[in-house]
Antibody, heavy 121, light 106 residues
């Protein structure tokens, strides 16, 4: 069965960095686009970033562009999100999600349990 | 950016009720719309994609319809396991979610 397990969340000061990781299993990781989506009580669900099956294409929400980096390691079935220059408004639960298909505008059919990032001084 | 607006925000219903949730896009998105169910403390679960296609393992009491900018999720015969928050998502141009509809026990 598909499993996505996020890690790396925690409390970090504004302006600092954090790296989230997502371990994938139960499917051919290298064949699917992957996504990061975050959620807060105030703003709800917000798409953050996406990467194609082979890492050749990436997309970012305007709110994180130039601050966050997405990458993947297909040999180890891992997805990453590097969060730089963090702001208090980046505080959220971050979900790793599997896309339907190799990439492109498709929904996400499996989600991890999420990891909480808190940006506070 | 495409904005998604759901109504109502909260819905009180009883087991066995037929429940209807509406989602409106700020511009036409063809049928590139998904519905997710989320229970407290859990990740979202894909229910429907392409406006009306049931995801694998989703009970047939869930159905979706619509195209363009108006979409509907119907639960025919609400079950105890269905009390949750439901989100629509457009994937016509990047990905945007509605604000959610909480289905609570009446």
């Amino acid at each position: 069965q598909v499993q996505l397990v996020e890690s790396g969340g925690g409390v970090v000061q504004p302006g600092r960095s954090l790296r989230l990781s997502c371990a994938a299993s139960g499917f051919t990781f290298s064949s699917y686009g992957m996504h990061w989506v975050r959620q807060t009580p105030d703003k709800g669900l917000e798409w953050v970033a996406s990467i194609s099956y082979d890492g050749s294409n990436e997309d970012f929400a305007d709110s994180v562009k130039d601050r966050f980096t997405i990458s993947r390691d297909n040999s180890n079935n891992r997805l990453y999100l590097e969060l730089n220059n963090l702001r208090p408004e980046d505080t959220a639960v971050y979900y790793c999600a599997k896309g339907v298909g190799v990439y492109g505008y498709r929904p996400q059919d499996y989600w991890g349990q999420g990891t909480l990032v808190t940006v506070s001084s | 950016d495409i904005q998604m607006t759901q109504s109502p925000s909260t819905l009180s219903a009883s087991v066995g009720d037929r429940v209807t949730i509406t989602c409106r896009a700020s511009q036409g998105i063809s049928r590139r719309l998904a519905w997710y169910q989320q229970k407290q403390g859990r990740a979202p679960k894909l229910l429907i994609y392409e406006a009306s296609t049931l995801a694998s393992g989703v009970p047939s009491r869930f159905s979706g319809s619509g195209s363009g900018s108006e979409f509907t999720l119907i639960i025919s015969g609400l079950q105890p396991d269905d009390f949750a928050t439901y989100y629509c998502q457009q994937y016509n141009n990047y990905w945007t979610f509605g604000q959610g509809t909480k289905v609570e026990i009446k």
